[in-house]
C-alpha cells in the first residue's frame, strides 16, 4: 500500500490543496488524512482502486474537519489558485482567463466534481465513491455546470462561445477534422 499512496502523492496533494485552501493547509490535510490511511490500512479493502480510497480518504478527513460548521460547505476554503491552476490550457502557462473565470463561479461540489472528472479523470461511479455521492448525482452536477456554461455562452458572439467549449473540452476540438 505504501508504495502505492507515494506514487499518487502528487495527485492527492493538488486535490489536498484545493480542499484545504492552499499550500500549507493543504499539506497539513494530505499528512493527516496519510497518518489516518497508514495507521488504518486494514480497513482498505482488496478490490477497491487505491486511488479511489485514497481520494477517498483525504476528503472524509477534510468534511470531518468541516464537520464542526454549521454550513460545512459555505465554510469551506477551496483555493481558486491551485483550482485554476490544474486546468493550466496549453501546458505552457497560458489560461483563459473567461473559462477560469467561469470555474471559480462553479459551487464548490461542482468544482470538487469537475476536479475528479476531468482534472483527475475519475469515472462517474469512482467519483461518486469519492465524493460518498451516487454517480447519477455526479452526472447531474456535471450537467448543471454545463447548464451554467451554456448560459454563460448564450450572452457571447458565437465565436468567443466555440473558443471556450473548445478550451473546455479540447478532446473534441481535436477530434474535429
Same mark, same amino acid.
Given at each position: =500500500?505504501? +508504495?502505492?499512496?507515494?506514487? =499518487?502523492?502528487?495527485?492527492?496533494? %493538488?486535490?489536498?490543496?484545493?480542499?484545504?485552501?492552499?499550500? *500549507?493547509?493543504?499539506?497539513?490535510?494530505? %499528512?493527516?488524512?496519510?497518518?489516518?490511511?497508514?495507521?488504518?490500512?486494514? !480497513?482498505?479493502?482488496?478490490?477497491?482502486?487505491? /486511488?479511489?480510497?485514497?481520494?477517498? #480518504?483525504?476528503?472524509?478527513?477534510?468534511?470531518?474537519?468541516?464537520?464542526?460548521?454549521?454550513?460545512?460547505? &459555505?465554510?469551506?476554503?477551496? *483555493?481558486? &489558485? &491551485? $483550482?485554476?491552476?490544474? $486546468?493550466?490550457? *496549453?501546458? #505552457?502557462?497560458? %489560461? /483563459?482567463?473567461?473559462?477560469?473565470?467561469?470555474?471559480?463561479?462553479?459551487?464548490?461540489?461542482? %468544482?470538487?466534481? !469537475?476536479?475528479?472528472?476531468?482534472? #483527475?479523470? $475519475?469515472?462517474?461511479? *469512482? @467519483?461518486?465513491?469519492?465524493?460518498?455521492?451516487?454517480? #447519477? =448525482?455526479? @452526472?447531474?452536477?456535471?450537467?448543471?455546470?454545463?447548464?451554467?456554461?451554456?448560459?454563460?455562452?448564450?450572452?457571447?458572439? +458565437?465565436?468567443?462561445?466555440?473558443?471556450?467549449?473548445?478550451?473546455?473540452?479540447?478532446?473534441?476540438?481535436?477530434?474535429? +477534422?
Amino acid at each position: =500500500m505504501r +508504495p502505492g499512496l507515494i506514487a =499518487m502523492l502528487p495527485r492527492l496533494k %493538488r486535490f489536498a490543496d484545493v480542499l484545504g485552501g492552499g499550500r *500549507d493547509a493543504g499539506g497539513g490535510l494530505l %499528512r493527516r488524512a496519510l497518518q489516518y490511511m497508514l495507521a488504518e490500512q486494514h !480497513l482498505y479493502q482488496r478490490g477497491t482502486a487505491l /486511488d479511489v480510497w485514497a481520494f477517498s #480518504e483525504v476528503y472524509r478527513q477534510w468534511r470531518h474537519e468541516l464537520s464542526g460548521q454549521a454550513d460545512p460547505m &459555505a465554510q469551506a476554503k477551496i *483555493d481558486d &489558485a &491551485a $483550482f485554476a491552476a490544474l $486546468f493550466d490550457i *496549453d501546458g #505552457e502557462g497560458h %489560461r /483563459d482567463e473567461p473559462v477560469i473565470a467561469f470555474l471559480m463561479g462553479l459551487p464548490p461540489q461542482q %468544482r470538487l466534481t !469537475l476536479l475528479l472528472v476531468y482534472g #483527475e479523470g $475519475f469515472e462517474h461511479e *469512482d @467519483a461518486g465513491r469519492i465524493l460518498d455521492v451516487s454517480s #447519477e =448525482m455526479i @452526472a447531474a452536477r456535471l450537467i448543471r455546470m454545463s447548464a451554467s456554461l451554456s448560459d454563460r455562452l448564450s450572452e457571447r458572439p +458565437p465565436a468567443q462561445a466555440a473558443a471556450i467549449v473548445e478550451t473546455l473540452y479540447p478532446e473534441w476540438h481535436r477530434a474535429s +477534422p
